[in-house]
């Protein structure tokens, strides 16, 4: 087994150790359960980082052109934010759990597609790609860990309702219903800037700034849907329930827009879903 792939392994067993952990304190409220899966993932996010570093050298170029690369440098991203996150807010590990899993789950999505490396075309060779694709990347983990505090929220808010009292040192029903507006927030400032700097890219490459390419499209779409929720928000006061919920909707519309659309659609994203 190559060093690269030696990497990626012992880094999925590593985050999949953290997201059990992190399940198993929703059993008691534990908080050093939370504390060993955060420093779990920590360790994943390091060896991880070397699977990302071995794979760039060996292809000669980022890792978003495969499915494999692209999965596997968005459960880094969402990882490394997350941790990012929790240093600065130590409230966000209450929502370790969903984000942890949701880790999990996009590694193993990398982990079933084939390793293969594919070269660089002439067209992709940009710095306005990059640009593009790591505005994507910082989207995906500010509107996840947004839609996690969404989710956390309602969890907390039905044990509320069910009797039963806050957790003791986690982050307050409040805080994650108004830290999960200011993480979408970013999130749509992200996306703004990866639709821009994919059309700036376009232009380059194919002399045209839109083509309405279906990923193309549905990112557009999902970031006017984020706007709707942001704007009912800000000027309607919307908040709580309501808004958690329309929050995760969001996040289905974000998910299909960027993971299942270009599977069904043909265009130029089917390339980075490995996708012929």
């Given at each position: 087994?190559?060093?690269e792939l030696a990497a990626f392994w012992l880094g999925m067993v590593l985050y999949l150790s953290a997201a059990l952990l992190a399940?198993?304190?929703l059993l008691g409220s534990s908080q050093k359960l939370v504390a060993m899966g955060v420093w779990l993932a920590a360790a994943g996010v390091g060896v991880h980082l070397l699977a990302t570093a071995v794979r760039w050298i060996d292809v000669?170029?980022?890792?978003?052109?495969?499915?494999?690369?692209?999965?596997?440098s968005n459960a880094?991203?969402?990882?490394?934010?997350?941790?990012?996150?929790?240093?600065?807010?130590?409230?966000?590990?209450?929502?370790?759990?969903?984000?942890?899993?949701?880790?999990?789950?996009?590694?193993?999505?990398a982990a079933s597609s084939p390793k293969t490396a594919d070269a660089l075309p002439l067209t992709f060779q940009s710095h306005w790609l990059v640009v593009h694709i790591w505005f994507?990347?910082?989207a995906n983990g500010a509107?996840?860990?947004?839609?996690?505090?969404?989710?956390?929220?309602?969890?907390?808010?039905?044990?509320?309702?069910?009797?039963?009292?806050?957790?003791g040192g986690f982050a307050e029903i409040e805080w994650l219903d108004e830290f999960s507006y200011k993480l979408t927030a970013f999130g749509f400032i992200f996306l703004a800037l990866m639709i821009g700097a994919g059309s700036i890219w376009a232009n380059k490459s194919w002399g045209s700034y839109w083509s309405w390419d279906a990923i193309e499209t549905w990112s557009l779409v999902t970031w006017i849907v984020y706007g709707i929720y942001l704007h009912l928000r800000r000027t309607f006061g919307w908040k709580?329930?309501?808004?958690?919920?329309?929050?995760?909707?969001?996040?289905?519309?974000?998910?299909?827009?960027?993971?299942?659309?270009?599977?069904?659609?043909?265009?130029?994203?089917r390339e980075f879903l490995g996708v012929t």
């Open positions: 087994m190559s060093l399940l198993a304190s000669g170029h980022g890792p978003y052109i495969t499915r494999y690369e692209g999965m596997s880094l991203a969402i990882a490394a934010l997350f941790l990012l996150v929790q240093w600065r807010f130590p409230k966000v590990r209450s929502i370790a759990p969903y984000v942890l899993a949701a880790i999990v789950i996009v590694m193993g999505v994507a990347k910082l509107l996840l860990l947004g839609a996690a505090c969404a989710g956390g929220y309602l969890l907390k808010r039905r044990r509320l309702v069910g009797g039963r009292e806050e957790d709580g329930e309501r808004a958690a919920y329309l929050l995760l909707a969001a996040l289905v519309v974000a998910i299909a827009s960027f993971f299942f659309i270009g599977l069904i659609f043909t265009g130029l994203h």
